[in-house]
């Protein structure tokens, strides 16, 4: 018997359809009332939970009540049992995060949820890593990589997920979007946390194909990589993503999981460093930037990062930045560039090119950097 | 040109009218505007000197078959040739099957509609692994100079050393394609053998163990048709250093031989061609690897291992492939090998060679060996001038050497020629020390006749 | 789904035989075959040969080989052959870019014959002037197909062939002292994973290149890619997604001018041949996949032959031994002086060789070409009728046809319905089809490759259509057929949760039994 959580953020993506970027706070969620906005999160994740159906019989499906999942489930024939409820009128944040801490208390083998990143903020912040978790998208604004492609990908993930044909899960970043700047058109995203999530890639298997190598194992290789090329008197600052853990794990060393530390000589000797930090480091000796895409869009540098400035951007020089990421990751980005926007046009430009990535231990990929998605 | 414009039997669509309705259907006058993405600097535009096409399969047969009728076979000659490819029987059903359409032109499909290959050649693994008493055999790669390389690539990156000692009794064809395949990334260095046994010195080898030896190669019987007695003495000083134990070794002999594992083998390796399937002009090989069930092998192997599993339904069982993800990484991490096409109809030959033979006849046919030829090196050694060069137990092959009859050996295969006998081949272009002797194979498909009639011919020429 | 009136689809149901192990089959005293016994003469001569096997190289115990009568080994086997879905039998489309076309039954014949099958490798060169006669003019047609200058027929397989030019890449290097500083190898994306694979096996650093966002190999990838540390360019063109790169020259150009070598990975030729060459893009070095181009069958993997050629600058670093032909004379020509030394024991496949030189001699320069055509249009007509398909389409907008082989992808039809590419897979198999998705990764999401060859009739494309368009409905209206596919091949859909557990994975029988536990009987039940 497994069971199966479920989250719905019913004011999520209800902004988009009337051309309001986001329902964040009471303010923009009665002006999308007004306007006409339909509830889109329910829709969706009834889409998901139809590929959930043929397990009824060993799946035990766990829900808050009425609009925040009961009635996404009794709407395709499920039989969920409710643990609570979110407030009256309208559901908070603060509710989505209590529905998590309920749901991991109980023991879901997964937490299905329909919302947008900051639908994934809030379950982020109340239960991190402690359970396996997954997206439905319904949001407007989607920059987290703990999505499925769509509602209905999402359901068959989920479903081979409990059925046990999904053998890992890994980590995926989570965005937070600034809203004010959002709302400006600026996207400004910055790394709040990670959600683990199934390794959907473990159950593709070609069977003519060499090993697909599992994400995990490919950035040992990318570490190892790193590791090898390290010279004793340089500066490294290695910006955050899952892709640099590895790295930091294989030196022994404690990173900072969200921001920016310092490394020289094998040692660690900025962790979580400002800005300010930075640029005296990297006056102090030849350095290298070590930077690898966050979250589901291919950004390299986005405004959301305060740390990285165009100015420590300029110290460093482009040619002493190295990129790291996976060919599965590369792939997901479909042909579309690595994406920087510093909020500095002159430095988007400068950063503009191609670039070895490493993908690999002694592979490199040539991939395009762009400022422009 | 002929005028009439025949459609060539492989090719159905190229009837006139069917052309032209796909085009139509494309939406394009003519085929060559579906190359109009090639630039014309990139066109050939001139015309291949291939002869025309001998489109009937009369001609064709007719035709073929008459460049090939100036080939000798060991059909028509009594062969006493070895090292390397071997003249075993070849049993009828082992024809029959590795000729079935369904098995000779399937390729990659999945373990359902292509369950029958999963299960072929899972059965090969399984029966490999009671012949060489070990847990995991894959799937057949190319030869044994590949699967020799590859083992010693896989105790390399197990070891995490760069170095592997390689017996110097080693065929020097697989010495070259592991050069190939090995250098630069592994280091070879070459261990000497003792000139009356063939045989290694466990305590030289002990002598040149470091830290950077990843293993040592030997294989057994060797190249020379020498039995190797000190296995379990090399292996374990091999063990000593934290290094690895790599044997290649005939599967014929198993019947009667101990393998490798026996002696401390950590990786066995060798070739099936001689495991129901013919000559071929060493055109018909196929390799095998094989190891105990230990995961830091087993995630070693590049190539596909073929697991069994349940289905969904109770009592049905299907296949799959093993540790599939299959990466492992050290900090000093060389790259695996590649997985593409190798030989697996081979493989399927050797199951149901093996499956027919069963325990017994595994027996019979080393046992038959061993008599044969131990009946053909007593003959041969009873000539004036004749010895035998080793001193050592042998299986299937020995080193005969004429140098004491003032012949050397081209000139004593010229004249065994003559006589419809195809002599043993000439071992002094491949190693020095053994100018004027030759290795001789006697199998089981070598009669007493024939033995008695090379002696009878050597006895002539050499008087 | 019921299949609808007017479908070419049929009714298929796999051949299902619920056959055991072979083990299984073990009956003690049983015998398949008897070896026979040594002459008299020779036992009274020897005596029984065992006993003077040295007592630490003696076999304790027999091998545990099942023992099974000679009848029940031939049913078993031909059962499971059954239960295999040979190109012979269906429409085998659905193995992109392994060309999987016909396999003449009458090079079968004649490589069965005993002049082909009974000839050793150390004969006497003057009694197997057959043998290398058919390997010398294979070469020259090979020379002709590609405009190189050479070929050796050595390597066992495409990506042995890979390795070869990996190897003479690093040969023709290192005799210019370069060898150290080369060290990195350029491919791309979209070219067989081999390409990088069997390259870092010589211990060369792997560049990749993506392609631009219409799909075409990227030039400015490429210059980016390109210094002094550039051993060489390896590049299969059209690409394993069916994209002629046009720019090719331009390509060689850049790698040339930084003093690498190029080698061109052929294994989608069939759909160029007599069309384009080696030679016009400035290939140094190219390879062709006997066993798909050239017609020999795959043998469920093997064996199999990569025929690698090179321009007279790098021929001095081909495998030996090459064919060479003097006055009338075939010989095994061992004067390369700068050799790479050896890829295979012996010479080559040599069954995959004849059969090979046999469909080079049925096809003539006039079918080489026809075959290349008709394949492309069998192509083309594919790629419209397929993203005609709601659900599946055709990714990247460059170029306006495909050549040989296209991959598309069912993204569109996953986004909508939870459907994948292995789901429709298994689901075909129900109708008698392959279709295979694409190395990895999957760049192309959801994807699957097709690639018709010249061998099969319209008709026949037809009817794969069909059943592309019914599974498709299918994941519409009722996708739990599908995704609970198969349900009318040999098995059920498999469990393979355990095959990455080395508490559970058994590779042997005999491993199965120690961690599962020993059973008296059938695994069944």
Partial sequence: MKKLGLIVNPVAGMGGTVGLKGTDGPELLRRAEELGAVPQAEQRAARALKALVPLTEDLELLTFGGSMGEAAAVACGLEPTVIGSGSTPRTTAADTAEAARRLAAHGVDLLLFAGGDGTARDICGAIGCSVTVLGIPAGVKIQSAVFATSPAAAGQVAESYLRGGIGREREAEVMDIDEDDYRRDILSARLYGYLRIPDAGRQLQGRKAASAPDEQAMQRAIAAELVERMTEDRYYIVGPGTTCRPFMQMLGLEGSLLGVDIIRGRRLIGKDASEREILEQTMAGPSSLILTPVGGQGFLLGRGNQQISPAVIKQVGKENIIVVATAEKLSSLRGRPLLVDTGDPDTDSYLRGYYRVVTGYHENTIYRVSDRA | MADRQRVHPYIPNSVPEVKAEMLAEIGVDDIDDLYEDIPEELRFRGKLNIPDGMTSELELERHVENVLSRNQTCGETISFLGGGCYRHYVPAICNEISGRSEFLTAYAGEPYEDHGRFQALFEYQSLMGELLEMDVVNVPTYDWGQAASTSIRMASRITGRDTILIADTISPDRLAVIRT???????????????????????????????????????????????????????????????????????????????????????????????????????????????????????????????????????????????????????????????????????????????????????????????????????LSELDGVRLRFDAFHFKEFVVDFSATGRTVAEINSALLAQGIFGGHDLGGEFAALEGCALYAVTEVTTREDIDRLTDALRAYLA | ????????????????????????????????????????????????????????????????????????????????????????????????????????????????????????????????????????????????????????????????????????????????????????LITTIFSHPSDAAAAAVKGYRIVTLYPDEQGMPDVEALKAAVSGRTAGLFITNPEDIGIFNPRIAEFTRIVHEVGGICGYDQANANGILGITRAREADFDLCFFNLHKTFGAPHGCGGPAAGAIGATKELADHLPVPLVGHESGRYYLDYDVPHSVGKVRGFYGAFPVILKSYAWVLSMGAEGLAEAARIAVLNNNYLLKKITEIDGASSPYSGGKRRIEQVRYSWQKLYEETGVDTHDVTRRLADFGFHLWQSHHPFVVPQPFTIEPTESYSRDELDEYLDGLRHVVQEARIEPQTVKRAPHNSVVHRIDDSGLDDPEKWAVTWRAFRKKHGERAGKIRG
């Avoid at chain 3, 070419?8 to 008897?34: C, M, S, V, Y």
């Fill in chain 2, 181 to 379: 395949y090995c250098e630069p990334v592994t280091s070879i260095e070459l261990v000497g053998h003792s000139p009356t046994t063939a045989g290694l010195d466990a305590d030289d080898i002990k002598a040149r163990l470091t830290d950077r030896v990843a293993g040592l190669y030997l294989e057994n019987p060797t190249y020379l048709g020498t039995v190797e007695e000190r296995g379990r003495a090399i292996g374990d000083a091999l063990h000593a250093n934290g290094s690895l134990l790599v044997v290649g070794v005939d599967p014929l002999g198993l019947g009667v031989l101990a393998p490798p594992s026996r002696y401390g083998a950590d990786i066995a390796c060798g070739d099936i061609q001689g495991l129901g399937n013919h000559t071929y002009f060493g055109g018909a090989l196929g390799g095998f690897i094989a190891t105990h069930d230990d995961e830091r092998f087993v995630m070693e192997y590049p190539s596909r291992l073929f697991g069994i599993c349940r289905t969904e339904r109770a009592g049905e069982w299907g296949f799959g492939d093993v540790a599939y993800g299959r990466t492992s990484f050290a900090v000093r991490e060389q790259g695996k090998e590649f997985v593409g096409t190798a030989a697996a109809l081979y493989g399927i030959s050797a199951a149901v060679y093996l499956s027919l033979m069963g325990p017994a006849g595994m027996r019979e046919l080393g046992q038959h060996i061993v008599q044969k030829s131990q009946y053909a090196m007593k003959r």
């Fill in chain 3, 1 to 184: 789904m019921e299949i609808q009136s007017g479908s070419r689809l049929r009714n298929f149901h796999q051949a299902k035989w619920d056959e055991e192990l072979i083990f299984e089959l073990d009956t003690p005293g049983q015998r398949g075959l008897h070896v026979p016994e040594v002459e008299r003469e020779i036992a009274d001569t020897v005596g029984d040969g065992l006993s003077r096997i040295p007592a630490s190289m003696r076999r304790a115990t027999p091998p545990a080989l099942p023992e099974v009568g000679q009848m029940r080994v031939l049913k078993h086997y031909l059962r499971l052959s059954q239960q295999n879905l040979g190109a012979d039998l269906n429409v085998d489309i659905g193995q992109g870019t392994c060309t999987v076309k016909y396999n003449p039954k009458i090079n079968e014949r004649i490589a069965a014959s005993p002049k082909a099958r009974d000839i050793h490798p150390r004969q006497a060169e003057s009694t197997v002037q057959g043998a290398l006669r058919v390997m010398y003019e294979l070469d020259l047609y090979l020379r002709e197909i590609s405009g190189l200058d050479r070929f050796s027929l050595q390597p066992s397989s495409g990506s042995d062939a890979i390795l070869a030019m990996a190897a003479m890449t690093h040969k023709y290097h290192e005799v210019r002292g370069e060898a150290d500083t080369r060290d990195e």
